[in-house]
Nanobody, 126 residues
Framework: QVQLVESGGGLVQAGGSLRLSCAAS????????MGWFRQAPGKEREFVST????????FYADSVRGRFTIARDIAKNTVFLHMNSLKPEDTAVYYC???????????????????WGQGTQVTVSS
């Protein structure tokens, strides 16, 4: 059974930073795309970032590119999302998810991800 546990969320002032972690069990992430999504109140879940299964390339939503960085630690079976220059509009519940097995392209759709964590709240105050 695959389990994903996110941590690292919290309350931060605009301009601040947070690092989210997603610890995976039941599946080795080295052969799967991993992604981060977020969902604000009253809005649909949206793509934030993904890392290719090879670990060599990453992709970001326009709204976070240049501010967020996705990374992974294979030894710890953990994926991270480093968030800098946070804005109030980044406020949301952040979810990590397991994506396609050795896919050729970046997976950015919710439907492409099979397993999800419970989410961690990020609140950015102005």
């Amino acid at each position: 059974q695959v389990q994903l546990v996110e941590s690292g969320g919290g309350l931060v002032q605009a301009g601040g930073s947070l690092r989210l972690s997603c610890a995976a069990s039941g599946r080795t992430i080295s052969s799967y795309a991993m992604g981060w999504f977020r969902q604000a109140p009253g809005k649909e879940r949206e793509f934030v970032s993904t890392i290719h299964w090879s670990g060599g390339t990453t992709f970001y939503a326009d709204s976070v590119r240049g501010r967020f960085t996705i990374a992974r630690d294979i030894a710890k079976n953990t994926v991270f999302l480093h968030m800098n220059s946070l804005k109030p509009e980044d406020t949301a519940v952040y979810y990590c998810a397991v994506g396609p097995y050795r896919g050729s392209f970046f997976a950015t759709a919710v439907s492409q991800y099979d397993f999800w964590g419970q989410g961690t709240q990020v609140t950015v105050s102005s």
